[in-house]
């Protein structure tokens, strides 16, 4: 999800809105991305076997989810290929059911940026394992990472092109899990005929999926069970938190938010704890009238990432600004080698600031957005201060004087949407 943000930051002196038009230009000029296909079909056409393939994504929690998308196109063509996905180490038990994924390497442990242990386990990786072909979705790893591959490496530029591109138009879609989907069939087509399997049907992969096991579905049903939540009341999970000050919600319009969704009766709200803004959950408590205040069930920080999954599907409604567990949140959620489902009916609701909701959210209503994976609605509600533009996406080393990011949103809209959905 970075990728286009490495490359606001490397030319950042630029005045914002000057390299707002140039990244939109250069993504839209023909002869720049035929040049990048170009080259991109060159490294594919040096291949002359393909049995291992290293995928790798930036190193958030929210980046290991949805760069799945990308795997289940490339299985599906390739089903003999053995996929290695090297990723967050705390994003483990929401991928390690995958069943197109072949050799799991969560060992990333920082956020944000590799540090030098990750850079070095990814070297011991590459030269452990005599990879075909590496993709690289981390802006962070450069070329120098990757001097001892005897492989051919792919790194997104063409994908960044393509979102930019989307993102300026007002018949495509800019969503990241759709164009990593896209991206998996256009590279497809780009491999040499002889190494594809020529009687292998494409699949609709455009569906962002989450896969778990009944052992851990059931052990994190009985978690929940110890929550003493109201099963007949109309379920709220309200997560506060985000990893930027450019993509919290505002202490205040999240206070406004609570005090009007919960005026309704038969309504029990689930509030998620802060990790980054930490105690956020008690700031809004003690903001919160008593008589509200008894409607509020706050989730214990100690919960486990892989307990998330269960706690949105078995929510009505789901509402969080963006951050990794809005991922979580839109993916149809499937348990391998059980007769067991999930509901995958959790409405969601996305309020974002300075990040895009074209290319990061879900939306139900309009033809630009992706809808999320549930069998219920999705929509979000977006800021467009005037100084919003691409260079907006650099939310990790944005320094503005004052966060004007969610100009724009009316509390009011989204409470009334809230209310009506659940009524």
């Known amino acids: ?158 994908f960044i092109a393509n979102i930019i591109r989307a993102y300026s138009s007002n018949n495509d879609k800019a969503q990241i899990v759709f164009q990593f989907n896209r991206f998996a069939n256009e590279l497809i087509e780009e491999f040499p005929s002889d190494i594809k399997s020529r009687d292998k049907p494409k699949l609709d992969f455009s569906d962002s999926h989450l896969y778990t096991t009944q052992q851990l579905y059931t052990k994190t049903k009985k978690i929940m069970e110890k929550l003493r939540i109201d099963p007949r009341a109309k379920k709220i999970l309200f997560n506060p938190d985000t990893a930027s000050q450019y993509t919290f919600i505002p202490f205040k319009l999240q206070l406004e938010l609570l005090k009007g969704i919960l005026s309704q009766k038969n309504r029990t709200l689930l509030l998620c ?10 700031k809004l408590l003690k903001k919160i009238p008593s008589h509200i205040r008894k409607k509020i069930v706050v989730i214990p920080r100690d919960i486990p990432i892989e307990a998330y999954p269960v706690l949105i599907d078995d929510s009505n409604i789901f509402i969080t600004g963006d951050t990794g567990p809005l991922h979580i949140a839109a993916a149809r959620k499937i348990i391998v080698n059980s007769n067991n489902n999930f509901r995958n009916s959790t409405a969601i609701v996305g309020i974002f600031g300075a990040t895009s909701a074209k290319i990061y959210g879900y939306d139900s209503f309009s033809d630009e957005y992706l809808s999320a994976s549930q069998d219920a609605p999705s929509k979000t509600f977006e800021g467009f201060p005037h100084c919003k533009n691409l260079t907006c996406l650099d939310k990790i080393f944005k320094k503005c004087p004052e966060v004007k990011c969610f100009q724009g949103i009316d509390t009011e809209e989204v409470i009334e949407y809230v209310q009506n959905y659940l009524s």
């Open 1 to 158: 999800m970075i990728w286009v943000e490495r490359i606001t930051r490397s030319i950042s002196r630029i005045s914002a809105p000057f390299l707002d038009r140039i990244l939109k230009n250069l993504s839209a000029n023909k002869t720049v991305n035929d040049f990048l296909k170009k080259l991109e079909i060159k490294r594919l056409g040096n291949i002359y076997k393909l049995k291992r393939v290293l995928i790798i994504p930036d190193i958030n929690i929210g980046d290991a989810i949805i760069t799945q998308s990308f795997i289940s196109p490339l299985k599906n063509i390739f089903p003999d290929i053995e996929i290695s996905y090297v990723y967050q180490r705390k994003a483990y038990f929401l991928i390690k059911a995958n069943p197109y994924i072949d050799k799991h390497l969560p060992l990333f442990r920082s956020f944000g940026y590799p540090s030098r242990r990750d850079c070095k386990s990814l070297k011991n990786i590459i030269e452990k394992y005599d990879f075909d072909l590496i993709f690289n979705f981390c802006p962070y790893f450069s070329t120098g990472n990757f001097k001892s591959a005897n492989s051919a490496v792919i790194h997104p530029i063409r």
């Open 273 to 282: 704890p802060g990790y980054v803004f930490k105690g956020i959950e008690k």
